[in-house]
């Protein structure tokens, strides 16, 4: 198998082939990883008890991917966001949807004297995401567990209201860069 032709998650006998090692040895760096918060060993991804390796990840690994880099421009706070490896390790842990949702407020955040805040509602969010607000609800919950988002306004069961969120981005390896001007 080669891997430009391999699918986007692969499996532990594929990525074997891949490699050119044994199932076991994937295995065995699979929980080098998990055991390592990502910095040694193969990344994986859980689905349900099935153990999956993300193509992109091999990929950079082998050097054949650009490192993660500027995203796009922030609308609201004219600002980009950069990920760092901390951050494909961050969104390996809890999910990448919870990541995007993460990035999602963070583009759309102002810095203060709190930290960086950003007022959203779960609508908001799934509208601009694509994704329902029950699945926002659920990722945020996930973000606020890990202690990257810190929910600042009283918390009701609407999924409409806007919440106020102080977000801990230097946590997720995510930060936020002014635009810069061309001259």
């Known amino acids: 198998m080669v891997l430009a032709d391999a699918p986007d998650f692969l499996t532990m006998e594929e990525t074997a082939e891949i490699l050119r090692i044994g199932r076991n040895q994937v295995y065995e760096l699979a929980r080098v990883w998990r055991a390592s918060d990502g910095e040694r060993g193969v990344p994986v991804v859980e689905f349900g008890r099935r153990l999956r390796v993300p193509k992109a990840a091999l990929m950079r690994l ?32 809890v999910g990448s949807d919870a990541l995007l949702v993460l990035l999602d407020l963070a583009a759309h955040a102002t810095d203060s004297s709190e930290g960086t805040v950003v007022a959203a509602s779960y609508r908001d969010v799934a509208r601009r995401l694509g994704i329902s607000k029950d699945t926002v609800g659920r990722r945020i919950a996930v973000l606020r567990r890990v202690g990257v988002v810190v929910e600042r306004s009283e918390h009701g069961s609407d999924r409409f209201e806007v919440r106020r969120y102080v977000l801990h981005l230097e946590l997720a390896g995510v930060t936020r860069e002014p635009p810069t001007v061309a001259a």
Request: hydrophobic share 45%.
């Open 62 to 93: 082998a050097g054949l991917a650009e490192p993660l880099g500027p995203i796009v421009p922030a609308e609201r706070a004219g600002c980009q966001l950069r990920l760092d490896a901390r951050a494909l390790r961050f969104g390996y842990r």
